[in-house]
């Protein structure tokens, strides 16, 4: 993703708290907009739903209103949904009644070892902090089962601060490596790397290029 413009963080607080509050506000326009569809992500969701049988442990991390991934998801599988805004958590909750959610920071999350055969993080995790990104693939590594996969959608440039002042209607943070150093950080925290793709997409008119991975735990 391009940067969007830095500023700096010292006049917006927490960057944590930034987000959430930005998700609080833009989210119901940001749903609207993910349901006007995108290919990639629907390719990278029927991945999921190709590989896994039914009955299996999704974890969606960053799973916003819940529309349209986690519902999809829900059909089959068990799906646990994080989510840092109380607002979008609350729609994904009334969206997804058969999925469960937990509102927490993905950076500061315990859950059981090797619990999930899937985790998906679709557009989150370009929202955590650089210092806490290789800490949570080591954590993603270890909520996985042995040949569990991740599937996410990274940043494809670097930069460790960037905050648009109006991002849909509301201050937002994004912080990331570009993705050379990503398909690195995978691999160090033990994941194997099947596939990492660049892909250039339009979203509310901005055209934006992320790294799409699918990376597996180990058998
Ligand atoms: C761009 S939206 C993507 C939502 C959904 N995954 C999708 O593809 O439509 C990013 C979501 O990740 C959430 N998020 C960002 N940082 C997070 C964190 N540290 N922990 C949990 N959720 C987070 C935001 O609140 C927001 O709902």
């Not at 995108?38 to 960053?62: F, Q, Y």
């Not at 650089?130 to 991740?150: T, V």
């Not at 150093?181 to 160090?188: F, Y």
């Amino acid at each position: 993703m391009e940067p969007r413009g830095i500023s700096g963080l010292d006049d917006y607080g927490d960057p944590t708290e930034l987000v959430a509050a930005g998700y609080d506000r833009v989210g119901e326009r940001y749903t609207a907009l993910a349901m006007q569809g995108n290919e990639t992500k629907a390719r990278h969701t029927n991945l999921i739903l190709g590989r896994l049988p039914d009955g299996s442990d999704v974890l969606d991390l960053g799973c916003g209103s819940g529309q349209p991934t986690t519902a999809i998801l829900a059909r089959r599988f068990n799906v646990i949904g994080v989510e840092l805004s109380s607002v979008q958590i609350e729609r994904a909750r009334e969206a997804v009644p058969n999925a469960r959610f937990v509102q927490a920071d993905m950076s500061r999350l315990e859950l059981s070892l090797c619990s999930f055969d899937a985790v998906v993080a679709f557009y989150s995790i370009i929202h955590v902090p650089r210092a806490r990104q290789q800490a949570l693939f080591e954590s993603i590594y270890s909520w996985l089962r042995p040949g569990g996969i991740l599937v996410a959608s990274l940043a494809s440039t670097g930069s460790e601060i960037d905050i648009e002042e109006n991002y849909l209607g509301a201050p937002m943070y994004w912080s990331s490596f570009d993705a050379e150093t990503s398909r690195q950080m995978l691999r160090d925290a033990g994941l194997e790397l099947e596939r990492a793709e660049l892909v250039t997409q339009t979203f509310d008119g901005v055209e934006e290029r992320h790294l799409w991975v699918v990376a597996r735990r180990p058998s």
